[in-house]
């Protein structure tokens, strides 16, 4: 699903996602325009801060996501573990624990609150020259089968 830029719209989307597909695990994957060739994986989303703007001139009240969430929520993926153990030709890889008090950290924060830790999130840079929409998808797919192992061996 394509979440808009728009906190309250992007929470409802959320919030669909884990109480009707009730999935064991939730990926999401956002822009981060700035970043040139960088993949980063973030660990996990805060729930206050959000003072920014969406796409229609809102702000959450009083800046947080959930009034009566925990100040942040480590994803139940391992991100460290992961920017470890993998690699992509052609693109780097980073770990991160501020995925930065926009729309992509709300996203995070809201669906690690209603799937219990069960989501991760990729910050991937905009297509260009250098990285082209083919060699994104394959290092998504590399970084997610990664994720979908570990998060196999802690199941078990």
Same mark, same amino acid.
């Given at each position: 699903?394509?979440?808009? =830029? =728009? *906190? !309250?719209?992007?929470?409802?989307?959320?919030?669909?996602? @884990?109480?009707?597909?009730?999935?064991?695990?939730?990926?999401?994957?956002?822009?981060?325009?700035?970043?040139?060739?960088?993949?980063?994986?973030? !660990?996990?989303?805060? #729930?206050?801060? +959000?003072?920014?703007? /969406?796409?229609?001139?809102?702000?959450?009240?009083?800046?947080?996501?959930?009034?009566?969430?925990?100040?942040?929520? $480590?994803?139940?993926?391992?991100?460290?573990?992961? @920017?470890?153990?993998?690699?992509?030709?052609?693109?780097?890889?980073?770990?991160?624990? /501020?995925?930065?008090?926009?729309?992509? /950290? *709300?996203? *995070? +924060?809201?669906?690690? +609150?209603?799937? #219990?830790?069960?989501?991760?999130?990729?910050? =991937?840079?905009?297509?260009?020259?250098? =990285?082209?929409? /083919?060699?994104?998808?394959?290092?998504? !797919?590399?970084?997610?089968?990664?994720?979908?192992?570990?998060?196999?061996? $802690?199941?078990?």
């Amino acid at each position: 699903l394509q979440l808009p =830029v =728009v *906190y !309250q719209k992007a929470k409802e989307q959320v919030f669909m996602i @884990w109480t009707t597909l009730q999935p064991l695990l939730t990926v999401h994957v956002g822009l981060a325009s700035s970043a040139k060739a960088i993949i980063i994986l973030e !660990q996990c989303g805060k #729930n206050k801060g +959000y003072q920014e703007m /969406d796409a229609c001139g809102f702000h959450p009240e009083g800046g947080c996501c959930m009034l009566d969430g925990p100040e942040k929520i $480590e994803s139940t993926i391992n991100m460290k573990t992961l @920017w470890k153990n993998i690699s992509v030709e052609g693109i780097d890889i980073i770990f991160s624990r /501020d995925a930065g008090r926009y729309i992509c /950290d *709300y996203t *995070y +924060y809201t669906s690690l +609150y209603y799937g #219990n830790g069960r989501a991760a999130f990729i910050h =991937v840079p905009p297509l260009s020259k250098s =990285v082209t929409a /083919d060699l994104l998808g394959k290092a998504l !797919q590399t970084i997610i089968s990664e994720m979908l192992k570990q998060y196999g061996e $802690e199941r078990e």
